[in-house]
């Protein structure tokens, strides 16, 4: 039996590399007869650059950019050919703040504008970005910063005061643009769909989980629908509802706006890039997951995208998460068979610190079940 070994990152948890390593592990301590290959997957989400540079071949160059809140910071992006991989979350991630540092009204993503500036001097004509796990909802307004574009008033960020709902920019001047990027594609890898404004739009849903008071989520928005109105009027382009806009506090909708840059489903991009469906051949069975498998995995993100493609090769699914939802019939269309991972019903917290050694127990667990040569549904 080929088992093609495929989880996402458990997000705050484990990278999708360690997830599949320590899935393989539980595996080969059970009793079943079988060969492994691990293949995580990405689909825009932080870690997906990383894995990106990986099976690419990538070199890694470092390069000085500036954190989420403009002080000096050192990261680094993949060169592969003339393709750049860049990781957000390197320059402009919120991994990068402290807790108390966090607060979107300030921070802008003028680092990974830094980045991608560092790539085009090294070559690069096409940028592939992945842009989960930013600290910014700035619309992309540092990024543009950094490659030349200028606003003729404050940008999104760095208001003088957090009660400023003016800072926004009033003007775009793109007349310094750097020029290599007419003959630059850019791609970004978004892993989730919501637009740009709105109830489901960058400020509303993501920006509490990246330090926004409900009275900032309002500042943003009013900034964001501001910045969506002027490149509008700049461009013609319509941001504010625009599939996949909200990525990373609406950077891939600032990008898209001014820059072009093309928005893609992560999950699709990756598994086409590094050849999945060449992995998929000879396996009996695939093994994904990420932290929560719900109703949002069936929007794009990377369990469903390794599903779909494996299940239209006839090939079983099971899928492990830290959380599952009670019942959702349409999980099943995908999922042979969910797997919670923690038993033990343990808080939340403590469950994080025991990701690996629970997607080890609940493997070896599959594994013998497997090896028990019981009727399961796909052998009817």
Known sequence: MRILIAPNAFKNSLAADEAATA???GLQQSRLNFTGECFPVGDGGDGTGDLLIKKLGA???EAPTHDPLGRPHNASFGLAGDTAIIEMASASGIRLLK???LNPLYALSTGTGDLMRAALDHGARHIILGMGGSATVDGGVGILMALGIRFSETPIGLSKTPTDTSAAPTGIDTSDL????????????????????GPGGAATVFGPQKGATPEAVQQLEVRLRHFAELIHKTTGKEIAHLPKGGTAGGAAAGLYGLLDAELVNGIDFF????????????AA???????SIDEQTLQGKAPYGVAVRAKKKGIPVIGLAGRLPQNNPKLAEYF???FPINHALLHPALALKQTAANLTATARAIGNLLASKQSFPWEE
């Open 271 to 282: 598994l086409q890039l590094t050849g999945f469906d060449k992995a998929l051949e000879g």
């Open 336 to 338: 042979d068979a969910l």
């Open 285 to 291: 069975l695939v093994i994904t997951g990420e932290g």
């Open 59 to 61: 070199t890694c160059i």
């Open 99 to 101: 807790r108390e540092e």
């Open 178 to 197: 750097d020029p290599r990027l007419a003959s630059t594609r850019i791609t970004v890898l978004c892993d989730v769909n919501n637009p740009l404004l």
């Open 23 to 25: 899935i393989l592990q």
